[in-house]
């Protein structure tokens, strides 16, 4: 859960959000090296006096300032696209649950399990009990396993919507007359919302 002037992400509960959490703090110690470096070139043309009139137009300046970007974005690209297909890849999932989405609530459905089916409204405002939070609170909540694979198909019945837990490193589509699918997995108990 999120609290009141955090500044990085929400804690991992999954392997995926793990990695993705990773991935982040790689591709922003790249952008800060980036930045600096670019930073202090700018400071030493703006205070130095000295130039040199050929390094501007130097080969090998062209030829570092060709190639260093492509080996940046290689560095950034290579673990993007593993994460990528982690996320995508289905292992056997232990459970199956159908998510509809409607206007203002959401249908759940177990499709391994006969008839278990219910929809989940917001609770307003005006009616919040001390603690709950407001547009988080449901009266109904999904129960899930952790530490199983579970595999959500995600759709919508008019317009479209989205199925997102932060904390799970989820965030889905629903598209009315398709079917979207995805994978999660909870290494520790608590209550995730969604949004």
């Known amino acids: 859960m999120a609290y009141p002037m955090q500044l990085g992400l929400q804690d991992a509960t999954s392997p995926i959000m793990e990695e993705l959490l990773h991935f982040h703090d790689h ?14 070139v700018i400071s ?19 030829t570092i300032w060709t190639i260093l970007p492509a080996i940046i974005l290689i560095l950034i690209a290579l673990p993007s696209l593993r994460i990528l297909y982690m996320m995508d890849e289905i ?4 459970l199956t ?23 989940s409204y917001m609770i307003p405002t005006s009616e919040l009990k001390p603690g709950e939070l407001r547009l988080l609170e449901v009266d109904n909540r999904v129960v899930l396993p952790m530490e199983m694979t579970i595999r959500m198909l ?15 490193g989820l965030k889905t589509d629903a598209i009315p007359g398709r079917l979207n699918q995805t994978t999660l997995m909870s290494t520790r108990p608590g209550l995730y919302y969604g949004q």
Do not use: C, R
């Not at 591709?27 to 930073?39: E, G, Q």
């Not at 130039?51 to 137009?57: V, Y």
């Open 154 to 168: 995600i759709s919508s019945e008019d317009v479209l919507h989205s199925w997102a837990v932060p904390s799970l």
């Open 91 to 94: 292992n056997n999932p232990s």
């Open 97 to 119: 649950v159908k998510a509809m989405g409607h206007q203002w609530y959401w249908s759940y459905e177990y499709t391994d399990y006969e008839d278990l089916s219910f929809d």
């Open 44 to 62: 030493l043309m703006l205070t130095t006096k000295l130039t040199h009139t050929s390094t501007m137009d130097a080969q090998e300046v062209e």
């Open 27 to 40: 591709t922003l110690m790249i952008v800060f090296l980036i930045s600096s470096l670019v930073l202090y």
